[in-house]
Nanobody, 115 residues
Framework: QVQLKESGGGLVQAGGSLRLSCAAS????????MGWYRQAPGKQREWVAG???????NYAESVKGRFTISRDNAKNTVYLQMNSLKPEDTAVYLC?????????WGQGIQVTVSS
């Protein structure tokens, strides 16, 4: 069983920055692939960024060049640095990991970007 908890959300003006954190329980974080997803009102949940246990990263086209995912295995934490935020980035952001056979999700945190 893995527990994930996001923090760092809030309200920011367009063009601003926020850094989200996701802290994981347990002692196997270093082998866990981690991802960030988001869900805006009335829309489907979408994948935003991912980082492997070996620090390979990839991003959705909509955030490439603006968002950076990273991890600190000593702190059992994955981060999402979000720069040049746009109103369309407004959503609940969730972190997720997969440990066979299950997916584990955080509860989510609100990010609101005002125009």
């Amino acid at each position: 069983q893995v527990q994930l908890k996001e923090s760092g959300g809030g309200l920011v003006q367009a063009g601003g920055s926020l850094r989200l954190s996701c802290a994981a329980s347990g002692n196997i974080f270093n082998i866990m692939p981690m991802g960030w997803y988001r869900q805006a009102p009335g829309k489907q949940r979408e994948w935003v960024a991912g980082i492997s246990s070996r620090d390979y990263t990839n991003y959705a086209e909509s955030v490439k060049g603006r968002f950076t995912i990273s991890r600190d295995n000593a702190k059992n934490t994955v981060y999402l640095q979000m720069n040049s935020l746009k109103p369309e980035d407004t959503a609940v952001y969730l972190c997720k990991t997969h440990l066979d056979p299950s997916d584990y999700w955080g509860q989510g945190i609100q990010v609101t970007v005002s125009s």
